[in-house]
């Protein structure tokens, strides 16, 4: 029934004017084989999820049943979004060396994961990072506060998914963008609706897989055009790029020192507040589990981001040497997101461009499914499950509220999909990164290692960090003057992390050093202590 849908849209639906990768009138026959192949393959796991998801245990954390390795690949499948491919591949033909910060920036911050909260994690929490903060924090408002911070980051994350998506169905079948996204945003919600987070995870575990096996064997094409010489594709890329010897070197962090370190701080401590990772820790049996699991993560990340050097500059020579996938105003075809895959489509022409095409779109699917799960169960687990329901034994009212949450999160991806088109993907994830660190991680590692915050602290301290890197973001470069249109920004620093992340700490601090109410109990107080110590 898909298949059929998808061939029905194909030829239905309007073509927009635009050059194919290839020089086609419209997408392979590869191309589309390989596309159609992925949507069964993963609709395939969703059905088998479906068929294992009994109660609401299932649903959220997959039993707990997944083994370290599985959840390593899984977390890392997170970290190697089509976003970052196509994000980080495009910064580097730009910009070259600039692009290569980012890359840097994403596996940092595991390591903080792995010595600081993976074990206590799963120790504490049940389903979400909330049930951590609770765990030691009582009143209804850290539960309100941690379930917007977790919707706002995963909304800001799922945008860049989004729209990678759309730029990429747009180019392989050349249909409009709307009609594009609305395609992932249906598959999205029938694959965390029907699967949880079973189904979500064993679709990351095998789109990892096939990404760095896809990643892998471009790289050494890419370098058996040079002579299988790193430095040789450095020397070619200088040769044809306008800034020459400029783009080994980093431009705009010396001209913009703050916000570059302010960008390292974002990258470091934003992996380590972002809820659908958080959220993996839950689906292992135990502590040790946990770490193992970051581990293995944290080698498949180092492993992509590595080839990513090779992919970027060599999209930044092979694409412009060639001269076709440029337009007249020096743009790339297709869009800004898109070296990748041109890259893909020079090296083993349409079969491999095909295969990174439905390889990054299972990317985006199996990332969104991730972000999806999250986003709908802080809505069904920790707002509705705990402030409207107050018997907690109906898992059946919980489960319909968690579809609920689904469909309407992805009608809201859409939307926000259409309305960032333009943005560079890999941005867009920093950008969740800075609201990461600057609400939810604040609050957890207190809530971890601090006995004296209080909940007075956690949700003042939180929520002005939250609110402060959405303004901030909001009147910076990104979405002033690139969204909003407007001539300059009204906040230089971007994104705003060296600001956000010391005042949510010291909010935190601040309040409950002087506010004695709300204080956890003194039994989970000991509990937490011996957590800490069991580590």
Known sequence: MIKRLMLMAASWLPVQAMAQPLGNDGPSNVAVACFLAVIALTLGITYWAARRTKNAS????????????????????????????????ALVFNSGFDGLVYAIGYTTGLPLVVFLMAGKLRRLGKFTFVDV????????????????????????????????????IQLLFGIDYVYAITLVGVLMVLYVAFGGMMATTWVQIIKAVLMLSTCLLMSVLVLHRVGLSFEHLLSAAVGVHPKGLAVLYPASLPKDPVSGI?????????????????????????????????????????SFYAMIFVLGFGALYLLRADGSFIDAAGNLVGGGNTAALHLASVLGGEPLFGFLSAVAFATILAVVAGLTISGAS????????????????SEKSEMKIMRMSVLGLGVIAILLGLVFKNQNVAYMISLAFSISCSSTF???????????????????????????????TVLGPSVWVKSLGFASPIITLDPPALVTVPLAFAVCIGVSCLKKTGRPSFAKHLQLKQVVSDE
Request: aromatic share 8%; hydrophobic share 55%.
């Open 58 to 89: 299932d649903f959220y954390n997959a039993g707990g049943q997944i083994s370290g390795f599985q959840n390593g690949l899984a977390i890392a499948g997170d970290a190697m979004s089509a976003g970052a491919l196509l994000g980080l591949t």
């Open 133 to 168: 903060v609770c765990s030691r924090l009582e009143g209804k408002s850290i539960r309100l506060f941690s379930a917007f911070a977790s919707l706002t980051i995963v909304l800001f994350y799922l945008v860049a998914q989004m729209v990678s998506a759309g730029q990429l």
């Open 262 to 302: 302010s960008l390292g701080v974002a990258l470091m401590l934003g992996t380590a507040g972002l809820p659908h990772v958080l959220m993996r820790f839950f689906t292992v049996p135990d502590a040790r589990a946990a770490r193992t699991s970051v581990l293995w993560a944290t080698l498949v990340m180092n």
């Open 378 to 393: 802080a809505i069904s687990h920790d707002v509705y499950g705990t402030l409207a329901h107050k018997d907690r034994s």
């Open 442 to 472: 604040p609050v957890l590692i207190l809530a971890i290692y601090w006995g004296r915050l209080t909940t007075a602290g956690a949700v003042w301290g939180g929520s002005v960090g939250l609110a402060s890197s959405l303004v901030m």
